[in-house]
């Protein structure tokens, strides 16, 4: 990337722009701290990717969570509801095209989880650390970069949201299960050998002729009542469920794939925090200075839309 003179720090976001540009790695807004000041979504300095201290507390929360998706796994895939399975068969029939950026603005795909209560952690006096609950997650804890306005008081329009970007591995990529069948039709091999041919008399030829012939009105008739021996069977009950058992299949492929990713959706997973002052206002995002481990609320397996968002 070239260097452009007296850019300072917006260097490095110009730098982030250009990765964001050649890969969907999400690894590029994995980062904690202050964010740039040109846009809420970069960071301000590389040491905003540095590795964060392990935190013992979310790995134990993420082992009991998924302790508790191993037992209620085979629920998840028996309790799809229509309107969620319509969402889902959304998702994977047309998936979001990814994120771009234009005039300060950035469009990104996101499960959005409304925040419904914002309290401040008394347990962690001099860090503006908060517990978070927000639809369809268990509460969590934020730990944040500057003292966040209260959700309900004078300022009523501001809003937060625990969002969840978009991936690509969040659909099962499943290989082709059909094997290559050979073809149904033979076909000469130009290779074979022809039997030999004798030149007859008139006689014979002409004889050769109506034989020839005759055998075309056979295979014509053959054909006629090919065709209505398929009509035949297709008016039947054997012919219509036939029709059924593919739909049939066709719709258990779909609704295993939907399960598949509903099942990825209940996995604990990393989060962003987002803020707007005020309706039609901008969303930006809120720096954390610890990653945010989401998991979904205990008996929740709705599946919630894609909602691209934009970010200031």
Known sequence: MPVMYGEKHNAFVRLQKEIMAL????????WLGESSTLHSYFAAHPRCFMAPSYDARQDSASSKFEFRLLKTSKRITSSLSSSALKLVKDVLSNPPHGRFIANGRMS????????????????????????????GLSELEVTV???????????????????RMWEASLIQR??????????????????????PTTEGSPKQEKDKEKDKEKEKDKG??????????KDKDKESWVGRSKELVTDFVADMV????????????????????????????????????????AHASSGSVNFRALENVIVH
């Open 23 to 30: 890969t969907d790695d999400l690894s590029l807004f994995d």
């Open 108 to 135: 990104m795909p996101f499960f959005v989880h409304e925040v419904v209560t914002l309290i401040p952690n008394q347990n962690m006096p001099g860090v503006f650390s908060y517990l978070v609950k927000a639809e």
């Open 145 to 163: 970069t500057r003292q966040l306005a209260p959700l309900y008081g004078k300022k009523l329009a501001i809003k937060y949201r625990i969002v």
């Open 174 to 195: 499943q290989g082709s299960t059909d094997a290559e069948a050979p073809d149904a039709l033979t076909v000469d091999s130009p290779g074979s050998p022809e039997p």
């Open 220 to 229: 014509k008739d053959k054909d006629k009542e090919k065709e209505k021996e």
């Open 254 to 293: 779909t609704h295993s794939t939907a399960a598949a990713l509903i099942r990825r959706m209940q996995e604990p997973f990393i989060a962003q925090l987002l803020c707007s002052p005020g309706d039609k206002q901008p969303w930006r995002r809120v720096g954390t200075t610890t990653r945010i481990l």
